[in-house]
C-alpha cells in the first residue's frame, strides 16, 4: 500500500536542516520520494501542516503509567520507597495495559519510538505489537542478589532477544538497571550478551549525586570513570540521565563511543539531578536524545514539554540565551535522538530510503499561528503540543489518523486502566 502526504511543509532534519514545500510518498513501510506526488491509494491532505520525523522517547519506563501520581512531591528515597514497593507486586496483565495507554499517549503526541526498561517485557512487547508504536525494549538485569525476577536476569534477557529478534517495530536490547545494583561480573556479562546478539546496551548513568557518591565510597572511583576502568562503556551503550559527570568522565564516554538520553523533567521534579552537562557532552561529540523517564516519576510521556523544558532548564541555569537554541533541541528529539540509538541510518530524519515514521503537525492550531518557515521550529519547540497532532505514521502505517487511534480502542484502554490503577493508589 502507498501513503501520499501532500502540500505540506517537510521538515526533513536531513543534514542541512531543509525545510521544504513537498510531497512524500510512502510505500511498504519506506520514504520513496519526496517531491511532487501525483497518484497512491491513499492521500493525506497536508495543507496548512507539517510533517516532522517521529519524535523518539530515548529513555522510560511505559507501563509505569498506571503509576501516575502515585509519589509526587515526596524526596528521592520516598518515591523510591513506594515505587520499589508497586514494582514487586505488579503482573503481566497490568504490565500490558499500563503500556497500551502509554503507547496510545505517545503516538497521539506523535512520538513514534521509544526506549523502555523493565522487566516483563515481553508484556511490553504484546503491547508494541498490538499499538503499532516502535519499542526499543530491555529486559533489565541486574544482579540476582537484589532481583524479584524468578531465574536469571540476564538469561531472561537473553531470552527476551531471542524470541523478539527480527521484528519489524519490536528492537530487544539489554538493559541494566544501574551500578548501585550491578556488580562488574552483571556489568560485563551484558555487554557481552549486547555483542553477541547486536543490540543497544542502555544503563542508568549518575542519575542522583547519592549514587555517585556511595559509589565512590566503595570503589574510591566515580561510576563513569569506574565503568572506563572495567572496559564496559561502548559505541552500544546508551546511558540515561548523566546528571552527574565530570567533563574527565565526559571525554571518556565520548571516546568510547557512549550515547545518552537526557531527561531534564524527571530530574527536576525528583530534585535528583538540576542540569545534566549536556552542551559539555555535545561538544565532546556525545549523541544526546531526550527522554522522559517513567510516569511515575515526570507524570506524562509528552516529548512537547520535554523539549520546552529542555530549552528552558540550560538556558536559565547557564544565563544564557543561545546555549540550548531550538533546532538544537528539536534535533535532541529526532536526529540526534536516532543516533543515540545507532538508528540514524533509518530514523530520525525525512530522506528518502529511511522508514516512514512521521507525524503531521496542524499548524492552523492556535497555539501555532503564525508559523512560517523562518519560525517553525522554534514553534515546534516552544509552542506545540501534543493535540496539535492530527495524523502519526509507523512503519508506513497510519497508527493515528485525524486524532483518532486506528490500532486499539483507545475509550476501553483507558477504562481498563482507570479501573486497574485503583490496586495502586488506594491499598492502603
Same mark, same amino acid.
Given at each position: ?7 505540506g511543509w ?9 525545510i ?6 510512502i510505500e511498504n ?14 492521500i493525506?491532505?497536508c495543507?496548512g501542516c507539517?510533517?516532522?520525523p ?7 519506563? =511505559?507501563?509505569? !503509567?498506571l503509576? /501516575? @501520581?502515585?509519589?509526587?512531591? $515526596?524526596? #528521592?528515597?520516598?518515591f ?7 514494582d514487586?507486586s505488579?503482573?503481566h496483565?497490568?504490565i500490558?495495559l499500563g503500556?497500551?495507554?502509554g503507547a496510545i499517549?505517545m503516538?497521539?503526541a506523535g512520538?513514534?519510538s ?5 522487566y516483563s517485557?515481553?508484556a511490553v512487547?504484546?503491547a =508494541?505489537?498490538? !499499538?503499532?508504536? /516502535? @519499542?526499543?525494549?530491555?529486559? $533489565?538485569? #541486574?544482579?540476582e542478589q ?5 531465574g ?6 537473553e531470552?527476551f532477544?531471542?524470541?523478539h ?6 528492537h530487544?536490547?539489554?538493559?541494566l538497571?544501574?551500578v548501585y545494583?550491578?556488580n562488574?561480573?552483571?556489568l ?9 546478539k547486536?543490540?543497544l546496551l542502555h544503563?542508568h548513568?549518575?542519575e542522583?549525586r ?5 559509589h565512590?565510597?566503595?570503589t574510591g572511583?566515580r561510576p563513569?570513570d ?5 572496559d564496559?562503556l561502548c ?5 540515561a540521565?548523566?546528571a552527574?559527570l565530570t567533563i ?5 564516554m ?6 545518552a538520553?537526557?531527561c531534564p523533567v524527571?530530574n527536576m521534579?525528583?530534585?535528583?539531578g538540576?542540569e545534566?552537562?549536556?552542551p559539555?557532552?555535545?561538544e565532546?561529540?556525545?549523541s544526546?536524545?531526550l527522554?522522559?523517564?517513567g510516569s511515575s516519576s515526570q ?6 514539554g520535554?523539549m520546552k523544558?529542555?530549552?528552558l ?9 543561545t546555549v540550548?537554541?531550538a533546532?538544537?533541541t528539536?534535533?535532541m528529539?529526532?536526529i ?7 538508528m540514524e ?8 530510503g529511511?522508514?516512514?515514521?512521521l507525524?503531521?503537525i496542524?499548524?492552523?492550531h492556535?497555539a ?5 518557515p523562518?519560525?517553525l521550529i522554534s514553534?515546534?519547540v516552544y509552542?506545540?503540543?501534543?493535540d496539535?497532532?492530527?495524523?502519526t505514521?509507523v512503519n508506513g ?5 485525524n ?5 486499539i480502542?483507545?475509550?476501553?484502554i483507558?477504562e ?12 492502603e
Amino acid at each position: 500500500m502507498s501513503i501520499a502526504l501532500k502540500g505540506g511543509w517537510v521538515i526533513t532534519q536531513n543534514p542541512n536542516r531543509d525545510i521544504i514545500k513537498a510531497d512524500i510518498l510512502i510505500e511498504n513501510n519506506r520514504i520513496s520520494q519526496i517531491g511532487e506526488i501525483s497518484s497512491a491509494d491513499e492521500i493525506i491532505d497536508c495543507t496548512g501542516c507539517a510533517i516532522i520525523p517521529g519524535l523518539i522517547n530515548a529513555h522510560t519506563h =511505559v507501563s509505569m !503509567t498506571l503509576m /501516575r @501520581g502515585i509519589a509526587d512531591d $515526596v524526596n #528521592l528515597e520516598q518515591f523510591l520507597e513506594k515505587t520499589f514497593k508497586v514494582d514487586a507486586s505488579r503482573t503481566h496483565e497490568d504490565i500490558e495495559l499500563g503500556t497500551k495507554l502509554g503507547a496510545i499517549e505517545m503516538l497521539r503526541a506523535g512520538n513514534t519510538s521509544f526506549v523502555d526498561m523493565y522487566y516483563s517485557e515481553d508484556a511490553v512487547a504484546n503491547a =508494541v505489537a498490538r !499499538t503499532g508504536i /516502535r @519499542g526499543f525494549l530491555g529486559w $533489565v538485569v #541486574l544482579d540476582e542478589q537484589f532481583t524479584t525476577q524468578k531465574g536469571s536476569p540476564l538469561k531472561n534477557c537473553e531470552n527476551f532477544i531471542d524470541h523478539h529478534a527480527g521484528m519489524d517495530i519490536i528492537h530487544p536490547l539489554v538493559a541494566l538497571q544501574g551500578v548501585y545494583v550491578c556488580n562488574e561480573e552483571t556489568l560485563l556479562g551484558a555487554k557481552e550478551l549486547a555483542y553477541k546478539k547486536d543490540t543497544l546496551l542502555h544503563i542508568h548513568l549518575s542519575e542522583t549525586r547519592k549514587e555517585v557518591y556511595d559509589h565512590q565510597a566503595s570503589t574510591g572511583m566515580r561510576p563513569a570513570d569506574w565503568l572506563y576502568d572495567i572496559d564496559f562503556l561502548c559505541d552500544k551503550l546508551l546511558a540515561a540521565h548523566c546528571a552527574w559527570l565530570t567533563i574527565a568522565e565526559i571525554k571518556k564516554m565520548a571516546e568510547k563511543g557512549v550515547s545518552a538520553a537526557h531527561c531534564p523533567v524527571s530530574n527536576m521534579k525528583l530534585a535528583s539531578g538540576f542540569e545534566a552537562p549536556i552542551p559539555e557532552m555535545q561538544e565532546h561529540g556525545i549523541s544526546v536524545g531526550l527522554g522522559t523517564d517513567g510516569s511515575s516519576s515526570q507524570n506524562r510521556l509528552d516529548m512537547w514539554g520535554e523539549m520546552k523544558t529542555c530549552a528552558l532548564l540550560h538556558k536559565a541555569q547557564r544565563l544564557d540565551a543561545t546555549v540550548m537554541n531550538a533546532q538544537r533541541t528539536f534535533d535532541m528529539a529526532t536526529i540526534e535522538g536516532a543516533k543515540a540509538l545507532n538508528m540514524e541510518k533509518e530514523l530520525g530524519s525525512i530522506e528518502i530510503g529511511k522508514i516512514a515514521d512521521l507525524a503531521i503537525i496542524n499548524l492552523k492550531h492556535p497555539a501555532m499561528v503564525p508559523t512560517f518557515p523562518q519560525n517553525l521550529i522554534s514553534n515546534l519547540v516552544y509552542s506545540c503540543q501534543s493535540d496539535c497532532v492530527l495524523h502519526t505514521i509507523v512503519n508506513g502505517n497510519i497508527v493515528m489518523k485525524n486524532g483518532k487511534i486506528t490500532t486499539i480502542d483507545e475509550i476501553a484502554i483507558i477504562e481498563a486502566a482507570q479501573e486497574m490503577g485503583k490496586k495502586f493508589h488506594y491499598d492502603e
